[in-house]
């Protein structure tokens, strides 16, 4: 019995989009289970298993008890592993009350947009960005103000675009180096001067950092670490990407105390506190053996300069080879306008809806991303696939005249 009921929606509902990323990866998923041949590209997370000695601390944990709420802002003991994890690989000294563990990274940001902003802000974040970034701005009433940047180099911002795109309104600024969906990693050239602009103009900066552990050439620098100027800067953090911890959901902020409180007070009364199981797996995970940390991003490592040579051969497109995180985002314009028989394929939902019906290969459109034109096809799969699925989208795409 499906009853009707007179619901009336919030505007908010409205205002915001279906996450594009889940809803592609779903739709792998009913193709696998209609027994359809699929290759998904479309995976935001490592096919790796959770390392062995990070999953026997979580079995530990239920046999010991670790089953009840713990403090609003995490175990004490695991605030003080982040502490130490900080320090270690990215030169930040923080003390446990600037520290706020959440049901993953994707929950720190939404609090602190919602801690930060309100209707009348502006918030600036740069195409092509994450999915969830303009959402999370919405749901404060803000409005995301979209930024330009430079693929060639690696996506950092265009300066030219940024300032003209300040008003009196602008309240922060959201950063994700490296990026999802395009791998970039800004230099520190690049984060200095925003850095500055930040500090010149009296904003805040969100620093989303969840892949800072997947680069593959140099040592990546957090934004904060070279913040000389004070700046009020949020660093975001996460298990889920550098221990292939998705599930567990366990994510971080780092950032003053204030900050940190008010996050705490909305948290406390939207989920009490983030899975005490997982919180104390997270604490092995970052203070115990990293060697699967770096295992995993030299497999990586070798799955991204395959995807990429293998995309650098189909013709007509153009691709930025990513310095970080796990996927590559090629730029397919040249196919767009054109036909495939009487269809026209007219933006890049267009071309991954063909590549998924014609090749059974799932992508993520770049329009999802702000970013008309190209697609994001994720390298955290095994070799083989990525020759497999590559291979089928070059053949699909002979078709598009």
Known sequence: MNPVAPYRFASRVAKIQPSLTLEMATRATELKEQGEDVINFSVGEPDFNTPTHIREAGKAAIDDGYTKYTAGAGMLELRQAICTKLARDNNLTYTPDQILVSNGEKQSLHTACQALFEAGDEVLIFTPYWVSFPEFIRLT?????????????????????????????????????????????????????????????????????????????????????????????????????????????????????????????????????????????????????????????????????????????????????????FYAFPDFSAYLGKRVGTKLIKDSFDLSQYILDSAKVVTVPGDGFGAPGHIRFSFATDLHTIETGIRRVAEAVKNVV
């Open 141 to 325: 009433d803000a409005e995301p103000v979209l930024i330009n940047t430079v693929p060639e180099r690696q996506f950092e911002p265009d300066w030219d675009d940024l300032k003209r795109k300040l008003t009196p309104r602008t309240r922060g600024i959201i950063t994700n180096s490296p990026s999802n969906p395009t791998g970039g990693i800004w230099s520190e050239a690049a984060n200095r001067k925003i850095l500055e602009f930040a500090r010149q103009h009296d904003l805040v900066i969100l620093a989303d950092e969840c892949y800072e552990q997947l680069v593959y050439s140099g040592r990546f620098t957090s934004l904060e670490a070279l913040n000389t100027a004070s700046v009020p800067v949020l660093t975001l953090m996460s298990l889920s990407k550098t221990y292939a911890m998705t599930g567990w959901r366990i994510g971080y902020a780092a950032g003053h105390r204030d900050l940190i409180r008010a996050m705490s007070k909305i948290q406390g009364q939207a989920t009490s506190c983030a899975n005490a199981i997982g919180q104390k797996a997270a604490v092995t995970a970052l203070i115990g053996d990293q060697t699967p940390v770096h295992t995993m991003r030299e497999t990586f490592r070798q799955r991204r300069d395959l995807m990429i040579a293998r995309l650098r051969q189909i013709p007509k497109i153009t691709c930025v080879e990513p310095q970080g995180a």
